[in-house]
């Protein structure tokens, strides 16, 4: 510090006199990046390499594996095979290995919208969207396991430890808001998915950019963030004025203490979301109309309305990656799509949580405006099996070997459907597109280019997409 410019209190002095340091900065946030010895914190907003269509992304992840034989994929072949044993097809891709015989879909299809698109009775909300979405009936997985299949969603890989895809998007194009993290996760209020906050994990990338989920089962979205108690916003915002004037000293002070730096940006962070994201999060001002058409308060959707419509007010807010997820706690009893028992049970009661909801915010988005430049996608790990889970059985096993997720929003077709399944819905069957393929494309419509946005690790430039992927351009606005 030099001589003309010396604190009237030291920093130390003054943390342990304001309302215990930071008075309430989340301390879960600052213990991760002192954890993870602070890597270089909030980035600034960065160039994409050419010019983008979306500027943000919601993905909705449905946890569990929902089936597309009885969703998106109309199979009439599996009415005229129900029942009997299904040949030609190999090995059984079921994860618990019991085969059983043909099963048609437990739902009725219709043609919906101009495009005529198939859907279920079990999604009539999402039937009405149709002519905005953008299917991929062609979809295929490399596991079978949901852990695996879901770290391969997120992240690229089917193991654990890699960066997932909103941990690479903050990376790769830094934070539209200052105010907020760039990559926001809100888990379904029932419980984890498989593989939990791994899912969100921003990996060997710096700490910074991994995932923020909140408590969207609590009033109190991020724990200790509040205001200590007794002092008035205008109060805490000279408070943090001062102390942000001793933190630039200390570091022009310290040039080589980088992990000081680092810490310093994560913790001014935190400090700005103490107001943040309490108006963020604060769905009480959103129009009664509003409220209506994501069913907020309706209990047959267990408190999954309020997440999706926080994620329009974090997107609308400067959010870069909002990651919406439908379904968790696996164990007993099963919250989530995976239909082994009894399929329609299960995606009765799953349906209700998340149709309605993501319907309205698709609708929402695009009666702002937003869903021009929001890219809007729909995914889950993997589908379920043609035949059922063991004889004379209403449920169906895991099957990665062919399923359907859609797009929405900045850049993709319209009421278009891409690929197909074969006949009974068991193997692709037209224009394979692999989870690379799936990432590369939602990174082209960021304006990134999947095979330049890199990071070394371990002596390999490594990429959300590893050495594989193709940008999917017949989807392509």
Partial sequence: MSDNHAP?????????????????????????????????????????????KAKRVVQIFCCGGVSHLDTFDYKPQLAKLHGKTLEGKGENLGFFGQPGKVMQS????????????????????????????????????KSNNHTPATFQMNSGFTLNGFPSMGAWLSYGLGTANENLPAFVVLPDPRGLLAGGSINWTAGFLPANHQGVPFRTQSKEP????????????????????????????????????????ARLRSYELAARMQTSIPEATNLDAEPEAIKKLYGLGEAANKGFAANCLMARRLLERGVRFVQILNGGAFGSPRINWDGHENLKENHDNQAATMDKPVAALMKDLKQRGMLEDTLFVWSTEFGRSPSTQGINRPGRDHHPTAFTCFLAGAGVKKGFHYGQSDEVGYFVGENKVTIPDFHATILHLLGIDHEKLTFYHNGIDRRLTDVHGHVIKGILA
């Avoid at 914190?41 to 983008?52: D, E, I, N, W």
């Avoid at 495009?115 to 279920?120: D, E, M, T």
């Avoid at 999604?123 to 997985?141: E, I, R």
Wanted: net charge negative.
């Fill in 106 to 141: 437990v739902y009725e299809f219709q043609q919906h919208g101009q495009s005529a698109s198939w859907v279920s009775s079990l999604l009539p909300n999402l039937a009405g969207c149709v002519d905005d979405v953008c299917f991929v009936h062609s979809m295929f997985a």
């Fill in 8 to 52: 009237l209190l030291s920093r130390r002095h003054f943390l342990s006199n304001t309302a215990g340091g930071l008075g309430g900065v989340s301390l879960a946030w600052l213990l991760a990046r002192d954890n993870a010895k602070a890597a270089p914190a909030v980035s600034a907003a960065k160039q994409p390499h050419f010019a983008p």
């Fill in 222 to 261: 991020i724990p200790d963030l509040n205001t200590p108690p007794g002092i008035a916003p205008g109060q805490r915002e000279a408070d943090m004025q001062l102390l942000a004037a001793m933190n630039r000293d200390f570091a022009e002070a310290h040039p080589g203490d980088g992990a000081f730096a």
